[in-house]
């Protein structure tokens, strides 16, 4: 689910939602909601056309799993985001069919029921379209969906699946809506940082809580990294050097002032998701806080908020200690509570 490049977006909306109503990103965190979350978290937004069921989230975590979704039968969706790392990807780039690579980093997938827009570009309106970026893309699964749907629709197994879920056959339309009604039950929360905010004073030592300090202070991480995501859900330009084959955002939007600029990922589970950064180029935590204290490299459009910092070895290692404090001592998938 890293950034795929789209031949046509027009298109695949069109092939997904043909035949049926188009509903925009409007979520109910109703009754029907079965996704147990943390202490502080938000309840988990659902999509009024994609209710949660357990039979489609049973449906979807066996397709997520399945690397019968790719063209030659070799790459699933957790072939690019291992439940192991808080699905992510440990390498830079992920592999995808004939060892093939793409542009871009695969980031977790923890705790994405809560992003407005997908892909670290923002190229998709719901997770229900993300997942044909994945399947479609060359570089990745590489898949015909034609082809896809007619190897579901001759699994007795999965014709049972699908209609338990959705009393219909595999479709494109059942198809994403059952992996991304399982992609809204990955999520987490629980860390020691919780428990800190919480009231337990006890929950962080000396060193974690001057790196909290620092973080919401000197720092100033807090100003992209907040709230209970430690995330912003916007697209900003850190000051990395760019390369001219990757624009970013501006790839979707056209407007040059979107240049390089990339999604504000959660901090959650930061230690197990590296490497780090849209196209993974800085391998450690280390790397990054170097990439800032530095205040980036001046590069173009880079926002005005990243400016020398003047942390001391000391204090960087404060930082780190405390985003170690942000990782979660179990990440829940499933309806399980």
Not at 12 to 25: D, M, N, T
Request: aromatic share 8%.
């Amino acid at each position: 689910m890293r950034h795929h490049l789209y031949k046509s977006i027009a298109l695949i909306l069109v092939i997904l939602f043909a035949g049926c109503e188009i509903l925009g990103p409007d979520s109910d965190p109703g009754e029907e909601n079965l996704i147990s979350v943390p202490e502080g978290f938000a309840p988990i937004p659902i999509p009024t056309h994609n209710p949660v069921t357990p039979a489609k989230v049973e449906l979807g975590e066996r397709l997520f799993f399945d690397p019968v979704l790719s063209r030659d039968g070799t790459v699933s969706c957790a072939s690019c985001h291992f439940p192991e790392v808080a699905f992510a990807d440990p390498r830079t780039l992920s592999v995808g069919v004939d060892g093939k690579t793409g542009l871009r980093n695969s980031p977790t997938l923890v705790n994405i029921a809560y992003q407005k827009l997908f892909f670290w570009d923002g190229g998709a309106l719901t997770l229900e379209n993300q997942i044909f970026g994945p399947l479609q893309d060359p570089n990745e699964m590489d898949a015909d969906l034609n082809e896809i749907l007619q190897r579901l629709n001759d699994d007795a197994s999965y014709v049972e699946g699908f209609s338990a879920a959705f009393d219909d056959v595999p479709t494109l339309q059942t198809l994403t809506q059952a992996i991304a009604a399982f992609e809204r039950t990955i999520r987490s929360g629980g860390s020691r940082y919780d428990e800190y905010i919480n009231g337990d004073a006890s929950a962080l030592s000396a060193q974690e809580i001057r790196g909290l300090d620092l973080f919401n202070g000197k720092a100033g991480c807090n100003t992209c990294h907040s709230g209970f995501l430690l995330a912003s859900d916007t697209f900003e330009n850190n000051g990395l050097e760019f390369a001219n084959s990757d624009s970013g955002r501006a790839r979707i939007t056209q407007d040059p002032n979107d240049f390089a600029k990339f999604k504000v990922p959660s901090l959650r589970n930061v230690v197990m998701t590296g490497p780090f950064m849209h196209d993974g180029r800085l391998a450690s935590l280390e790397a990054v806080l170097d990439h800032y204290n530095a205040g980036g490299t001046g590069s173009r459009g880079q926002n005005p908020v990243i400016v020398p910092l003047g942390l001391t070895d000391d204090e960087k290692n404060d930082i780190i200690a405390f985003l170690g404090a942000l990782s979660d001592e179990s990440i829940m998938i499933g309806l399980e509570q």
